[in-house]
């Protein structure tokens, strides 16, 4: 009897993955009466326009609303730091990890004149559907923490 057998998804980007997958192929168990399903997908659905438009209304309430190390910030600077902090609340979440994985990963480096720090990395253009999703509930529960009034579609 075959031993059950983890559902794993791939998705594929690099050469490390690629390999990786070449690898696990040799290793599949070969079974006929119980064989195993290989799906090659297209890529993942991209987040709609609607979904687009709901997350930076959102985040520009936030930013109308809520201080940061003593301040208000521009729409686009307090979305990178929801999106920084929804990545690190989310990371390891097993029900979206892959989707993070699929992303480019963050990095930092110094300024070219080195006064400062810029990070490099997670963008919201790149949100599958169902990341955006998700990150439309972080930010409503994020919101509620802090008593954010919405404004209205």
Same mark, same amino acid.
């Given at each position: 009897m075959r031993q059950p057998f983890e559902k794993r998804t791939f998705? %594929?980007? &690099? /050469?490390? *993955?690629?390999? +990786?997958?070449?690898? @696990?192929?040799? $290793?599949?168990?070969?079974?006929?009466? #119980?064989?195993? +399903?290989? *799906?090659?997908?297209d890529p993942l659905p991209k987040k709609s326009r609607e979904q687009e438009? #709901?997350? !930076?209304? =959102?985040?520009?309430?936030?930013? #109308?609303?809520?201080? !940061?190390?003593?301040k208000t910030w521009s729409a686009e600077d307090m979305k990178r730091l929801l999106v920084d902090q929804f990545r690190r609340d989310t990371f390891k979440d097993p029900d979206i990890a892959q989707l993070w994985q699929s992303m480019d990963q963050v990095? =930092? $480096?110094? &300024? %070219?004149?080195?006064?400062? *720090? /810029? *990070?490099?990395?997670?963008?919201?253009? +790149?949100?599958? /559907? #169902? @990341? $955006?999703?998700?990150?439309?509930?972080?930010?409503? $529960?994020f919101g509620s923490e802090l008593n954010i009034q919405w404004s209205q579609p």
């Open positions: 998705i %594929l980007r &690099s /050469v490390e *993955v690629q390999g +990786r997958l070449i690898e @696990l192929i040799p $290793a599949l168990p070969l079974d006929d009466e #119980k064989p195993l +399903r290989i *799906v090659i997908d438009e #709901k997350y !930076h209304a =959102m985040i520009g309430d936030i930013a #109308k609303q809520f201080e !940061h190390c003593g990095e =930092m $480096a110094p &300024s %070219l004149d080195g006064s400062g *720090v /810029v *990070v490099f990395g997670v963008q919201t253009r +790149r949100f599958p /559907v #169902k @990341l $955006a999703g998700i990150f439309i509930e972080w930010l409503y $529960a």
